[in-house]
């Protein structure tokens, strides 16, 4: 299978949860290295966010309902990214002052998560007509865990 190609549902279909729960908690952790104590703001945007997801989804659905526990899934292992960013952070930003930088890479952090996470979305719940739709709230999402992490 060449990368990018199209890949079976039923991988998208599975609902692994610890993963996303352990990107969560090292996102917190990571967080913690800079002062901020936001695990609070991580769980809260995350379960309102994979519920709002959820809903939409199931609203522009052609085929079957999409459980929650799959775009939970799906959107906290994209959450990674934003992992990355924060470790980039610590060491670019708190270390070696160099804020422009940072911020360049929140953006592309964003785009990252959201390409990923709708990339998913749209092949394991055959939605590819609507994957603009599906990319602007899980934008958002991500663009509020990533301001989170920078300032």
């Known amino acids: 299978q060449r990368f990018g190609g199209n890949m079976d549902s039923t991988v998208i279909q599975d609902a692994d949860l610890a993963g996303p729960i352990a990107l969560a908690l090292l ?13 609070g ?11 709002a997801m959820t809903l939409v989804l199931n609203l522009m ?3 079957d309902a999409i459980s929650v526990w799959t775009v939970t899934s799906i959107l ?6 934003v992992n990355i960013l924060a470790v980039l952070k610590i060491l670019l930003v708190n270390l070696g002052k160099l804020e422009t930088l940072g911020r360049l890479l929140g953006v592309l952090t964003v785009f990252w998560c959201t390409v990923s ?7 394991g719940c055959d939605m590819r007509n609507q994957r603009y739709l599906i990319a602007y709230p899980i934008c958002l999402l991500y663009s509020a865990f990533v301001l989170i992490t920078i300032f």
């Open 61 to 63: 659905s052609p085929h």
């Open 27 to 39: 996102l917190g952790g990571e967080l913690l290295f800079t002062g901020k104590i936001h695990f």
């Open 76 to 81: 906290g292992y994209s959450l990674l990214p």
């Open 41 to 51: 703001y991580i769980y809260g945007f995350g379960l309102f966010g994979c519920l």
């Open 117 to 123: 996470s709708t990339r998913l979305m749209e092949q």
